[in-house]
């Protein structure tokens, strides 16, 4: 398998396992042990979060408790190019509020892959809107 197909697969199969709410109970096998996340802006979970427990330990549960856990929370891929170790994902995150808010923002993150496993990921996404939304700032 090249490089590039590698990458791709890696990064589609992290997706589907977000998707399906398995992506924590399977990090070590999604993430390198030195990974990074870094979200841009300036929200409260904005910043570079290192290795897979920061990651799934800090920063996913301060944006996971802004939502109605009750209710389907979901990834929607729409694009997925991957060229070497890098891709680009382009995804709809759909969710519900924990004030009972329906939330759709469209999301894009450069991951790069290393050995098999995520090593770094860039997230962008309207953080104007996610800051009113999930935030009330």
């Known amino acids: 398998m090249s490089t590039t197909e590698q990458t791709r697969t890696v990064v589609r199969n992290y997706v589907a ?18 990974a990074t996340w870094t979200l841009i802006g300036d929200l409260p979970t904005s910043g570079t979060w290192k290795g897979p ?8 549960p301060i944006m996971l408790a802004r939502f109605d856990l009750t209710k389907p929370l979901g990834q929607e891929l729409r694009t997925l190019i991957a060229d070497g170790d890098h891709a680009v994902a382009e995804w709809t995150t759909r969710a519900t509020t924990v ?7 469209d999301v894009v993150i450069v991951f790069r892959v290393a050995d098999g496993r ?12 996610a800051s009113r939304i999930l935030f009330g700032q």
Do not use: H, M
Not at 17 to 31: C, D
Not at 53 to 60: A, H, K, N, T
Not at 118 to 129: K, P, V
């Open 99 to 105: 004030d009972g808010t329906e939330y759709a923002n």
């Open 17 to 34: 396992a977000l998707s399906g709410g398995e992506a924590a109970e399977r990090r070590a096998e999604f993430f390198a042990p030195d």
């Open 118 to 129: 995520i090593a770094e990921a860039r997230e962008y996404f309207d953080t104007r809107y």
């Open 53 to 60: 427990d920061q990651i799934f330990e800090g920063f996913l």
